[in-house]
């Protein structure tokens, strides 16, 4: 019987990569987009995507899929960022479902989703879609049958891990490959990479006010932010220095103790060498 394995994952969070990457194995088939936009569920699944309480015809869905589908393979796959509001739908109507969920750090994601698809939201309001997002996965996570997390740091900073994980998980897959690159669009550009983590250029990309504005949405779900194991950005001079590499930071301690010493020395008081 064939197997279905869907990514749960939002927009903006690594995605694509992700589905790119478990195509790496001779035993997927995939459709020849994100399932969401094929031309005969188009209209269907774009009405109100995000919303848990929009409801879909999964068995027409169902059909039109696996007309796109290579049905000689074993593992169908398919990833809509939407499908992660209704994963337990999905569940019921696709046979031997697998399903794997991938969170990205909440400031990379609405530094991203604003800079590319949501330019007229408020960081606040993408803020708590990331919470919604985040607490939809969690229901997934503990409730769907067969179901891998991890979070898109994890995946682009240890891919051979996931790789373990992945085979272990669904063995059928055989092998994965995670030194493949791919042109996509990122905060560089339309660049070929391999996997790569891209948060730090992005959060980069916040003012301090933005990071303030998040913050205050997310210090409002800790619980949430513990268990994706994500910490508050901070703002200010803590945060520029945190983002200095070791060796320039490390020049800057040493600019202002010399300075130090200066003043102290036209004092007349003795500093330590």
Same mark, same amino acid.
């Given at each position: 019987?064939?197997?279905?394995?869907?990514?749960?994952?939002?927009?903006?969070?690594?995605?694509?990569?992700?589905?790119?990457?478990?195509?790496? @194995?001779?035993?997927? !088939?995939?459709?020849?987009?994100?399932?969401? %936009?094929?031309?005969?569920?188009?209209?269907?699944? /774009?009405?109100? #995507?995000?919303?848990?309480?929009?409801?879909?015809?999964?068995?027409?869905?169902?059909?039109?899929?696996?007309?796109?589908?290579?049905? /000689?393979? #074993? =593992?169908?796959?398919?990833? +809509?960022?939407?499908?992660?509001?209704? *994963?337990?739908?999905?569940?019921?109507?696709?046979?031997?479902?697998?399903?794997?969920?991938?969170?990205?750090? #909440?400031?990379?994601?609405?530094?991203?989703?604003?800079?590319?698809?949501?330019?007229?939201?408020? %960081? @606040?309001?993408?803020?708590?879609?990331?919470?919604?997002?985040?607490?939809?996965?969690?229901?997934?996570? /503990?409730?769907?049958?067969?179901?891998?997390?991890?979070?898109?740091?994890? $995946?682009?900073?240890?891919?051979?891990?996931? =790789?373990?994980?992945?085979?272990? $998980?669904?063995?059928?897959?055989?092998?994965?490959? !995670?030194?493949? !690159?791919?042109?996509?669009?990122?905060?560089?550009?339309?660049? !070929?990479?391999?996997?790569?983590?891209?948060?730090? *250029?992005?959060?980069?990309?916040? @003012?301090?006010?933005?990071?303030?504005?998040?913050?205050?949405?997310?210090?409002?779900?800790?619980?949430?932010?513990?268990?994706?194991?994500?910490? %508050?950005?901070?703002?200010? $001079?803590?945060? *520029?220095?945190?983002?200095?590499?070791?060796?320039?930071?490390?020049? %800057?301690?040493?600019?202002?103790?010399? /300075?130090?010493?200066?003043?102290?020395?036209?004092?007349?008081?003795? +500093?330590? +060498?």
């Amino acid at each position: 019987m064939k197997k279905h394995l869907f990514v749960l994952c939002s927009h903006n969070s690594g995605s694509t990569v992700l589905w790119q990457f478990l195509q790496t @194995s001779p035993h997927v !088939s995939v459709l020849p987009g994100e399932g969401q %936009y094929l031309e005969g569920v188009r209209d269907i699944m /774009n009405n109100d #995507p995000w919303s848990s309480t929009t409801k879909f015809p999964w068995e027409l869905i169902k059909t039109e899929w696996e007309k796109e589908w290579n049905l /000689n393979k #074993p =593992i169908l796959l398919e990833k +809509s960022p939407p499908n992660l509001m209704r *994963a337990f739908e999905i569940e019921k109507v696709f046979p031997n479902s697998y399903f794997v969920i991938m969170m990205r750090n #909440p400031y990379a994601y609405c530094e991203g989703s604003k800079r590319k698809y949501l330019k007229g939201w408020s %960081y @606040s309001d993408l803020a708590k879609r990331w919470i919604d997002h985040a607490q939809h996965q969690l229901k997934n996570i /503990n409730g769907l049958q067969k179901v891998i997390y991890f979070t898109y740091e994890e $995946f682009t900073e240890n891919p051979s891990e996931i =790789i373990k994980n992945m085979l272990h $998980f669904f063995p059928e897959l055989e092998t994965l490959d !995670s030194s493949f !690159s791919t042109v996509r669009k990122s905060v560089y550009g339309n660049v !070929s990479r391999p996997i790569t983590n891209f948060n730090a *250029a992005q959060i980069a990309n916040l @003012s301090d006010a933005d990071i303030l504005e998040i913050s205050e949405i997310l210090k409002q779900y800790p619980d949430i932010m513990e268990f994706f194991n994500y910490r %508050y950005e901070a703002g200010g $001079f803590k945060r *520029a220095i945190s983002n200095v590499p070791v060796k320039v930071s490390t020049w %800057y301690i040493k600019y202002y103790v010399r /300075n130090i010493q200066r003043v102290l020395r036209r004092l007349g008081v003795q +500093s330590p +060498s």
